[in-house]
Structure formats: structure tokens, C-alpha cells
């Protein structure tokens, strides 16, 4: 079998795995697949066709599957999430967000699988490690050890939960615990990212605003036009992601499995 290639996407996130079938792969093609996970944030891996199976049999490789509260999981596969279109109205991941940062312990990693794709319905990730590292060393210097309030308003409001929003504080600048490096970890402010810890909700919100506008300069974002048959993979502890919703009524279904994380440090 040929060796893999990786091909970055864009300057600063995401990359292109080739030459590989993730439905087969051996011990040393996944620590390779490892590092450059670790080293691009986003790895993309057209046309693998996976089974729901072969999906979750990959998956099962990065840790144990993770599931959040609020949404329903697959009647026969208790780890897949079914994305499909509910309407723009209802779309609660059509803004820049990691996943489930409202939770002590976020996912760590998830795993999409592309089924059906309309024309449009496009994602973007961010890259957190460079949001962070283009923050002047005054901000990092006021920042550091600071606190934020993450809360799942959209999740718990789109079923009626408002009055029962679950939250947990995180450090803002969070350490990666496999490559050790720093990375911004924010919300939108107000929604998710609510206040910062020590400061008064006047105080906090103009900054929570500027660091949500700089975690996604276009500088450090790639854009992925999905194929069905792709597998995209993105590590929610340096990436935010934004799902476009600008295909109307047409059918998009992708399948969604997620990998448990640590509290973050
Ligand atoms: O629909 C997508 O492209 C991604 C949705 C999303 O935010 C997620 O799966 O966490
Ligand atoms: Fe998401």
C-alpha cells in the first residue's frame, strides 16, 4: 500500500490525508494519522465511504465515546449523532463554538462522517493555538489563570431547559495536554461564554467580545466544502467550528461521533 500523504488545506489549520483507508489501518498508519492530527488540528479524509461501523471502529481508536445532554442519539448506535437539516431557525451550531464547553470535562476530538450533502452546507474551523499566540503579551499577561463561565444556553433553550442552564468555569487559555501547547477557549459572548471569573459581566463582556472576534480571523480558519464519503476529524481543544446553513430545505445528514476529554487545564 502507498504511504500516506498529508497536504495542508490552508496556512495555519487543517489537512489533507490521502492514500490511506481509514476502514484498514494498522498500528503505525494510525500514529501517523496521530501526528498530523496533532500537528493540523483538522485532518480531512475524502471519499472512505465508512459503514456506521467502520466509522465507530475508528472512533474507538482515539478514547471512549462521548455524548452530550439534550440531543438523541441513533435508536441502534448509542455513539452516533445524527446531524440532519432542522431549518435555519432551529440550527444551534451556526456560530463559532467547541463543542459542549459548557460541560466540566469537553469532548476532546469528534469524528463526522459525510452521508448526504446538499450544495452549500459548508464548516469552518478555527485554529485556537495561533488565536492565542497572536494575542499581544499585555492580554496574555491580564489573562492568564482567568476564568470563564461557559453555560449550554442554546442547547438547554432549543428543549426548553432555559430555566436549567448547565455551566462549569474553564480556564480561557487552555494548555493542550498532548502537545502542551496554549490555546484561546472561548463562546459567544453572552451565550456560551457568560462572564469572566473576578470581573463584573460590564467588565468582562467587551473583552470576551474581542477575543471571540480574534479566535476567528480568517487568518487561521479553513473552510471545508463537503463530498459525501468524507471523514473530517477536528480537536475540540485547539479549533472552534461554525456549520453554514445556506442550503434551505435540502437534505444534509451527516453522522457524528465524539471522544471524551479532560477538564481543562
Ligand atoms: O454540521 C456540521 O457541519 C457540524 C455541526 C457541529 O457543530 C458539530 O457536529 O459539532
Ligand atoms: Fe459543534
Given at each position: 500500500m502507498a504511504k500516506m500523504t498529508v497536504i495542508p488545506l490552508s496556512g495555519h489549520i487543517g489537512a489533507l490525508v490521502e492514500d490511506l483507508s481509514l476502514s484498514a489501518l494498522s498500528d503505525s498508519e494510525f500514529d501517523a494519522v496521530k501526528q498530523a492530527f496533532l500537528d493540523h488540528c483538522v485532518l480531512v479524509f475524502p471519499k472512505?465511504?465508512?459503514?456506521i461501523e467502520e466509522h465507530l471502529q475508528f472512533a474507538a481508536r482515539w478514547g471512549e465515546f462521548s455524548t452530550s445532554p439534550f440531543v438523541q442519539y441513533h435508536p441502534e448506535h448509542p455513539a452516533v449523532l445524527q446531524l440532519s437539516n432542522l431549518g435555519k431557525a432551529n440550527a444551534v451550531t451556526e456560530n463559532w463554538h467547541f463543542d459542549s464547553?459548557?460541560?466540566?470535562a469537553p469532548p476532546s476530538l469528534t469524528i463526522l462522517s459525510a452521508r448526504k450533502i446538499p450544495v452549500g452546507g459548508d464548516t469552518m474551523w478555527s485554529n485556537q493555538y495561533h488565536a492565542y499566540d497572536t494575542l499581544s503579551e499585555g492580554m496574555k499577561a491580564l489573562l492568564d489563570g482567568v476564568r470563564g463561565e461557559f453555560a449550554g444556553t442554546r442547547l438547554a433553550k432549543r428543549v426548553g431547559k432555559d430555566s436549567d442552564i448547565p455551566f462549569s468555569f474553564h480556564p480561557i487559555f487552555r494548555t493542550h495536554p498532548d502537545t502542551g501547547r496554549k490555546a484561546l477557549f472561548v463562546g459567544h459572548p453572552?451565550?456560551?461564554?457568560?462572564c469572566l471569573e473576578g470581573m463584573t459581566q460590564e467588565e468582562s463582556l467587551p473583552i470576551i467580545q474581542y477575543l471571540y472576534k480574534h479566535s476567528t480571523n480568517p487568518d487561521r480558519v479553513y473552510r471545508h466544502h463537503w463530498a459525501e464519503g468524507d471523514i473530517v476529524m477536528w480537536d475540540n481543544r485547539c479549533t472552534m467550528h461554525y456549520a453554514v446553513?445556506?442550503?434551505?430545505d435540502q437534505t444534509r445528514e451527516l453522522h457524528r461521533v465524539s471522544i471524551c476529554g479532560d477538564i481543562p487545564r
Open positions: 472512505q465511504l465508512l459503514t464547553s459548557f460541560l466540566p453572552g451565550d456560551t461564554l457568560r446553513h445556506d442550503y434551505g
